[in-house]
């Protein structure tokens, strides 16, 4: 089989029929299977699979279990030469799944790779960057990214189009496809990421290993983003930060990991304070919302260091 295709699910029941639809429809002779985990979503995302897709391996969980371990249960069964996370808030156009694995037969020392991701609306979105270093979130937080260049922009790798081949550092988990066998070299995603940071670790994984990281011109899906996690509130910022926060001190220790603690804290405390001041001199609902938002996350943020982490 060339390729196994792991969805994971938790309440985006209209998105993922529209996701598998474009899937079936752009396989363009690949021989695929599709297999879908859900997170115990209450949206009757089970019972479309079921209804729609009767081809669908369906995965039930009873409970969230997280990004990571979701997509490990579907690892274990996964039986393509490669295999492609690809999420359920996605469209794929084209031929772009024959394409990739196409690339990948050509370039056997590339062991994962990214396709030109787009937006809703038709703009490029912004996957395949640099690992968050401590320089690069430094620049991320004081918005210097905005002033561009190579140096400035280069967290997110702004002075590109995404428009020529590149290795990269990161690959989006949006679209990510891998060598079965590189799985089996570095293992499965790390389960104690739940949701943020375990593409990024498992890149990581993959440079140390030896193996190129590339973006490819080989075709575009699109990507709606946030079709989970805009659910979430100010929680998202929360388990964002400690993704990143977990990064670090699992791949540079204690001490980076604090300094990012700290940096982030600072960021989001700045932020309250900057909205909760717009709110009192007059406020409208949006700017009422995000005040609210940045103290809620300012007052839960000791949860963001991993072993508070829940």
Same mark, same amino acid.
């Given at each position: 089989?060339?390729?196994?295709?792991?969805?994971?699910?938790?309440?985006? &029941?209209?998105?993922? &029929?529209?996701?598998?639809?474009?899937?079936?429809?752009?396989?363009?002779?690949?021989?695929?299977?599709?297999?879908?985990? !859900?997170?115990?979503?209450?949206?009757?995302?089970?019972?479309?699979?079921?209804?729609?897709?009767?081809?669908?391996?369906?995965?039930?969980?009873?409970?969230?279990?997280?990004?990571?371990?979701?997509?490990?249960?579907?690892?274990?069964?996964?039986?393509?030469?490669? /295999?492609?996370?690809?999420?359920?808030?996605?469209?794929?156009?084209?031929?772009?799944?024959?394409?990739?694995?196409?690339?990948?037969?050509?370039?056997?020392?590339?062991?994962?790779?990214?396709?030109?991701?787009?937006?809703?609306?038709?703009?490029?979105?912004?996957?395949?960057?640099?690992?968050?270093?401590? /320089?690069?979130?430094?620049?991320?937080?004081?918005?210097?990214?905005?002033?561009?260049?190579?140096?400035?922009?280069?967290?997110?790798?702004?002075?590109?189009? @995404?428009?020529?081949?590149?290795?990269?550092?990161?690959?989006?988990?949006?679209?990510?496809?891998?060598?079965?066998?590189?799985? !089996?070299?570095?293992?499965?995603?790390?389960?104690?990421?739940?949701?943020?940071?375990?593409? /990024?670790? %498992?890149? @990581? &994984?993959?440079?140390?290993?030896?193996?190129? #990281?590339?973006?490819?011109?080989?075709?575009?899906?699109?990507?709606?983003?946030?079709?989970?996690?805009?659910?979430?509130?100010?929680?998202?910022?929360?388990?964002?930060?400690?993704?990143?926060?977990?990064?670090?001190?699992?791949?540079?220790?204690?001490?980076?990991?604090?300094?990012?603690?700290? #940096?982030?804290?600072?960021?989001?405390?700045?932020?309250?304070?900057? %909205?909760?001041? @717009?709110?009192? #001199?007059?406020?409208?609902?949006?700017?009422?919302? @995000?005040?609210?938002?940045?103290?809620?996350?300012?007052?839960?943020?000791?949860?963001?260091?991993?072993?508070?982490?829940?």
């Amino acid at each position: 089989m060339d390729l196994s295709i792991v969805i994971v699910n938790w309440n985006t &029941r209209d998105l993922l &029929r529209d996701c598998l639809m474009s899937v079936e429809r752009h396989l363009c002779g690949v021989t695929a299977e599709i297999i879908v985990v !859900d997170n115990a979503s209450t949206d009757d995302s089970v019972e479309m699979v079921k209804q729609l897709f009767p081809g669908v391996c369906l995965i039930v969980n009873s409970e969230n279990r997280g990004f990571a371990a979701a997509n490990n249960q579907a690892f274990r069964q996964a039986r393509g030469n490669y /295999t492609l996370l690809l999420n359920s808030d996605t469209l794929v156009h084209g031929d772009v799944l024959l394409r990739s694995i196409q690339y990948l037969d050509a370039n056997p020392k590339v062991g994962m790779m990214g396709c030109k991701v787009l937006n809703g609306d038709g703009s490029t979105q912004l996957t395949c960057s640099q690992f968050p270093t401590f /320089t690069n979130l430094v620049i991320q937080t004081l918005g210097a990214n905005r002033l561009g260049g190579s140096f400035f922009g280069r967290y997110q790798m702004l002075d590109w189009a @995404r428009d020529d081949e590149r290795e990269v550092e990161v690959i989006s988990g949006c679209y990510l496809m891998v060598r079965s066998l590189v799985i !089996d070299e570095i293992g499965y995603l790390d389960e104690a990421f739940f949701c943020y940071g375990e593409e /990024t670790d %498992w890149c @990581r &994984r993959g440079m140390e290993a030896g193996w190129k #990281l590339k973006f490819a011109p080989v075709g575009t899906i699109t990507h709606f983003g946030s079709g989970t996690t805009s659910k979430l509130n100010h929680k998202r910022d929360l388990m964002l930060s400690e993704g990143t926060i977990r990064l670090h001190l699992k791949h540079s220790g204690p001490f980076s990991a604090a300094m990012v603690w700290m #940096l982030l804290l600072i960021f989001n405390c700045s932020r309250s304070v900057f %909205w909760t001041l @717009r709110d009192f #001199l007059g406020s409208n609902a949006d700017i009422s919302s @995000r005040a609210q938002h940045f103290r809620n996350v300012v007052r839960q943020f000791n949860r963001t260091w991993p072993q508070l982490a829940k």
